[in-house]
């Protein structure tokens, strides 16, 4: 509110609806991720029973001790930093020439190009061809299965091009031709010097959707060797239920095993989100401006 400004009934009114609104919203989104976090360090009898709703009830670490006792999760973690660096750095080597390319008004069939790329947004051969492709050119159960048919997005390159059209003044790039700069030196030297904030976004956006990614994992690779931490995680989880169900004859022995079992299981399930979450969740915060960035990225200048 502008100094100097009375603010009337109705603006008052408005103000404390939106603090109302803001803060449910802020509950909303809040109390699952803090719901996890005390589930994952509270007696399992407590959450089954309800009794923990938000804070932690019998703090217990066995969760997360049974997580990290079992090597293939540290493995996991080193092939999805693996995963997610190779895959960024090919996203953006394959995303920012192809933005730079389609906002050049004087790129000859820019517009058919552009069809192009967004009609791949629309119509797909489909799961069944793909991996047929895939296996044809050999990568299947290698990293390259994983980093190349996901190697560029066409939103994207749609937003980085309009980065480009809009942030890059045409002058600019006129100037450098006329002094006899080519278009790869043009490039390489003075646009992407300033196009930082658009990079940041797009490794921001391909690093966090390569970390998050398990689905071409599950399709491609047949070693566990070489499984992602989402995949690990997805495998421990799966197992503990199979685990806790168990089988044959029921008696009361029988039965307090099982449901120790089941216990167990549900502890391990919180332990494992939390352990494949934090690491985005630790970075976000010091990263959020660049989202908010991404996000305002081809709005109307004054």
Not at 152 to 164: C, D, E, K, P, Q
Request: proline fraction near 4%; glycine fraction near 6%.
């Amino acid at each position: 509110m502008l100094s100097g400004v009375k603010e009337t009934k109705r603006d008052k009114l408005f103000l404390v609806c939106n603090y109302i609104f803001v803060s449910l919203a802020l509950l909303i989104v809040l109390y699952p991720l803090v719901y996890m976090i005390s589930a994952s360090i509270s007696d399992p009898k407590y959450v089954g029973s309800g009794e923990m709703w938000l804070w932690p009830k019998g703090i217990t670490f066995d969760g997360y001790k049974r997580v990290f006792e079992n090597s293939s999760i540290w493995t996991g973690y080193r092939n999805t930093i693996v995963y997610t660096v190779v895959g960024t750095a090919i996203n953006l080597v394959v995303t920012l020439p192809a933005a730079y390319a389609l906002s050049r008004k004087d790129f000859v069939g820019r517009n058919f190009f552009t069809a192009m790329f967004m009609f791949t947004m629309f119509f797909g051969g489909g799961l069944v061809p793909t991996y047929l492709l895939i296996k044809q050119l050999g990568m299947i159960n290698t990293i390259w299965a994983i980093v190349i048919p996901s190697a560029a997005s066409i939103w994207n390159i749609i937003v980085s091009r309009t980065f480009f059209q809009s942030s890059i003044p045409r002058e600019l790039q006129e100037a450098a031709q006329i002094d006899g700069c080519t278009n790869m030196r043009l490039f390489i030297k003075i646009i992407l010097p300033l196009s930082m904030p658009i990079i940041a976004v797009m490794a921001l956006f391909y690093g966090v959707g390569n970390w998050n990614s398990y689905f071409s994992a599950l399709i491609y690779l047949n070693d566990t060797a070489k499984y992602p931490l989402q995949l690990v995680l997805r495998q421990i989880l799966v197992l503990q239920q199979m685990s806790a169900q168990g089988g044959g004859a029921i008696d009361a022995s029988t039965a307090a095993a099982m449901n120790s079992k089941a216990e167990i299981a549900e502890l391990v399930k919180y332990a494992v989100i939390i352990v494949a979450t934090v690491p985005v969740i630790v970075i976000y915060p010091f990263l959020q401006r660049y989202f908010v960035q991404g996000v305002m990225i081809g709005s109307v200048k004054g």
